[in-house]
């Protein structure tokens, strides 16, 4: 598979209905009709129905909701919805850019009513394949959710695990983030093209990111090769989440890191480092960085993440769990979460998932064997 291609392919955002939590009709926020419903928009009298809008094609109604912040109004939502009562979150890392995310979808579902209590079992380790598999040893625990994105889609085949993601149930793909390059302020690099000039030079040059085939590696990996350099020459120093990382470039342990946009945002505004590049197509809203694409690099490439319940999960309790994520995703508490952390709003909920990960995976797999990531 070509790079280019596998860069199109991985770059396609799947994508599925969103949804508020209700109250009193707002005076400034449009009345949406049925034919164009989205969860969460507003809708203009009690009862209407929009066939088949909602996430896997289930109908939305236009209701008055009972709970979070927009609790009053007049929103299409599911009626039969039931909010959780707690979330028991496995973290295949250590604290970094995956609880984050976790964090961030607990506080928004807690805030909007949506969910009680959650807890975090931290469990680095083997490119996310030790959570995975301890993960896939919960039984008959339908509070039990896993966070994982590109990085473990990345981990499973460059530690040869016989694991596979998609034995577990696909709930949601919540957000895409960006990788940034970053480097101390102290660094005598002050652009990319410096960089790059040396590291052309020196191929060995010490560069920190997260773990074997994760994200950060891949995305390493892709600019080594669009900089005309053999990715398996370069010197890649694994860590177990964007906090090491960050110790790492600021002890001089390493030359320069990579890791989401988001885990270099306090040091990047605290001036401890420079970002000398960012992965997006277009310059990240207060993010001081320019885009690879900018400084003449075309390579695009950022990280989704998403939740898996368990394998034995009931098709009732799936089915109310995709819809109190996709109600989580229109409410205002998630938007200001994406908005904070510069995350795309890239969504997949329940089975649009599911066949999201089915062409990703063997995606992401080809990205690793071509660039010879493989353990």
């Given at each position: 598979?070509s790079?280019?291609?596998?860069?199109?392919?991985?770059a396609v955002?799947?994508t599925?209905?969103?949804l508020?939590?209700?109250?009193?009709t707002?005076?400034?926020?449009a009345?949406?009709?049925?034919a164009?419903?989205?969860?969460?928009d507003?809708?203009?009298?009690?009862?209407m129905?929009?066939?088949?809008?909602?996430?896997?094609?289930?109908?939305l109604?236009c209701?008055?909701?009972?709970?979070?912040?927009?609790?009053?109004?007049?929103?299409?939502g599911?009626?039969?919805l039931?909010?959780?009562?707690?979330?028991?979150?496995?973290?295949?890392?250590?604290?970094g850019g995956?609880?984050?995310?976790?964090?961030a979808i607990?506080?928004?579902l807690?805030?909007?009513?949506?969910?009680?209590?959650?807890?975090?079992t931290f469990?680095?380790?083997?490119?996310g394949?030790?959570?995975?598999?301890f993960?896939?040893e919960?039984?008959a625990?339908p509070?039990?959710?896993?966070?994982?994105g590109?990085?473990m889609a990345g981990?499973?085949p460059?530690n040869?695990?016989?694991?596979k993601?998609?034995?577990s149930?696909p709930v949601?793909?919540?957000m895409?983030?960006y990788?940034?390059?970053?480097?101390p302020?102290t660094s005598k690099?002050?652009?990319l093209?410096?960089f790059?000039?040396?590291?052309k030079?020196n191929p060995?040059?010490?560069?920190?990111?997260?773990?074997?085939?994760?994200t950060?590696?891949?995305f390493i990996?892709?600019?080594a090769k669009?900089a005309g350099i053999?990715?398996?020459?370069?010197?890649f120093?694994?860590?177990?989440?964007?906090?090491e990382?960050?110790?790492?470039i600021l002890?001089?342990a390493?030359?320069?890191?990579?890791s989401?946009?988001?885990?270099?945002?306090a040091q990047?505004v605290?001036?401890?480092?420079?970002?000398?590049a960012?992965?997006?197509a277009k310059?990240l809203p207060?993010?001081?960085?320019?885009t690879?694409?900018?400084?003449?690099v075309?390579?695009?490439y950022?990280n989704?993440r998403?939740?898996?319940?368990?394998a034995?999960?009931?098709e009732?309790?799936?089915?109310n769990?995709?819809?109190v994520?996709?109600t989580?995703r229109?409410?205002?508490t998630?938007?200001?979460?994406?908005?904070?952390y510069n995350w795309?709003?890239?969504?997949?909920?329940?089975k649009a998932?599911g066949?999201?990960?089915?062409i990703?995976?063997?995606?992401?797999a080809?990205v690793i064997k071509?660039?010879?990531?493989?353990?």
């Amino acid at each position: 598979m070509s790079l280019k291609k596998t860069l199109i392919a991985a770059a396609v955002a799947l994508t599925s209905s969103a949804l508020v939590i209700s109250g009193t009709t707002s005076a400034s926020a449009a009345k949406v009709p049925s034919a164009k419903a989205k969860a969460g928009d507003e809708c203009g009298r009690a009862g209407m129905v929009a066939k088949a809008r909602g996430a896997e094609g289930l109908d939305l109604r236009c209701i008055t909701m009972a709970y979070g912040t927009a609790s009053g109004q007049l929103r299409w939502g599911y009626p039969d919805l039931k909010p959780l009562k707690n979330l028991d979150w496995v973290v295949p890392a250590n604290p970094g850019g995956y609880s984050q995310t976790s964090t961030a979808i607990s506080e928004s579902l807690k805030k909007e009513g949506l969910l009680t209590t959650y807890s975090s079992t931290f469990k680095p380790g083997a490119g996310g394949t030790t959570g995975l598999a301890f993960f896939q040893e919960i039984k008959a625990k339908p509070e039990s959710v896993l966070i994982t994105g590109l990085a473990m889609a990345g981990g499973i085949p460059s530690n040869k695990s016989p694991l596979k993601l998609q034995a577990s149930t696909p709930v949601a793909k919540v957000m895409r983030e960006y990788q940034a390059l970053a480097v101390p302020v102290t660094s005598k690099y002050k652009t990319l093209s410096a960089f790059l000039a040396d590291w052309k030079a020196n191929p060995k040059l010490a560069i920190s990111g997260g773990s074997l085939g994760s994200t950060d590696h891949q995305f390493i990996g892709l600019l080594a090769k669009a900089a005309g350099i053999d990715p398996k020459a370069m010197n890649f120093v694994v860590h177990s989440g964007g906090p090491e990382v960050l110790v790492s470039i600021l002890s001089g342990a390493t030359i320069a890191g990579t890791s989401g946009s988001a885990e270099f945002q306090a040091q990047l505004v605290a001036g401890k480092i420079r970002v000398l590049a960012v992965s997006s197509a277009k310059r990240l809203p207060g993010y001081n960085a320019r885009t690879l694409k900018e400084q003449g690099v075309d390579l695009v490439y950022g990280n989704w993440r998403g939740v898996m319940a368990t394998a034995d999960l009931s098709e009732a309790d799936r089915l109310n769990m995709v819809k109190v994520f996709d109600t989580m995703r229109g409410t205002d508490t998630w938007k200001g979460y994406l908005k904070q952390y510069n995350w795309d709003d890239e969504w997949a909920a329940g089975k649009a998932f599911g066949s999201f990960l089915t062409i990703q995976l063997p995606l992401v797999a080809g990205v690793i064997k071509d660039l010879g990531l493989g353990g």
